[in-house]
């Protein structure tokens, strides 16, 4: 069993700067792709950045490219999401997965899901 915990949430101004957390307990981090899940009311979660487990390979939903940026630290079995320049349309409850499937980018392939954290964006 891996636990997640996501931090790093809040309400910011658009173009403001937060950095998400996810630390790893259970098991060690290395073994799973991790990615960040964003979920709006009455929405899917949809996929907001993927890393591979050895942080060489990285996948970013389009809106996000070029402002978000997702990292590891296998060491510290913490994954991060860099996410600058925020936009009204970047708000949501953001979770933090693993998943020991092969890369993929389904929330159905993760196994192990964190609590969420709140990202709000005020105009």
């Known amino acids: 069993q891996v636990q997640l915990v996501e931090s790093g949430g809040g309400l910011v101004q658009a173009g403001a700067s937060l950095r998400l957390s996810c630390t790893a307990s259970?098991?060690?981090?290395?073994?799973?792709?991790v990615a960040w899940f964003r979920q709006t009311p009455g929405k899917e979660r949809v996929l907001a950045a993927a890393i591979s487990p050895a942080g060489s390979t990285t996948n970013y939903l389009d809106s996000v490219k070029g402002r978000f940026t997702i990292s590891r630290d296998n060491a510290e079995n913490t994954a991060y999401l860099q996410m600058n320049n925020l936009e009204p349309e970047d708000p949501g409850v953001y979770y933090c997965?693993?998943?020991?499937?092969?890369?993929?980018?389904?929330?159905?392939?993760?196994?192990?899901w964190g609590q969420g954290t709140q990202v709000t964006v005020s105009s």
């Open positions: 259970g098991r060690t981090l290395s073994r799973y792709t």
């Open positions: 997965a693993a998943s020991g499937s092969a890369w993929s980018f389904s929330a159905e392939d993760f196994d192990y």
